[in-house]
């Protein structure tokens, strides 16, 4: 349970950051499957924000 959250935290604040900044950073999941375990990252990424999102997903944060 706690790993899925954690996983869909990364995942999703990944994603928003590459919607913010498409020029700065791509994220796909390896193969486009919903239900993949790889994602391929390319670029910047906003550690702060990133850490931010996961703090508040093991606090029980939205």
Known sequence: M???KLK???VGEL????ADR???LK???VG???GSEELTVNGKIDLGALVMVI???VAGGP
């Open 32 to 34: 486009d499957a919903e």
């Open 55 to 57: 703090a508040g997903s």
């Open 27 to 29: 994220v796909q999941r």
């Open 8 to 10: 869909e935290a990364i």
């Open 2 to 4: 706690l790993e899925e």
């Open 15 to 18: 994603q928003r950051q590459a």
């Open 22 to 24: 498409p020029q700065a």
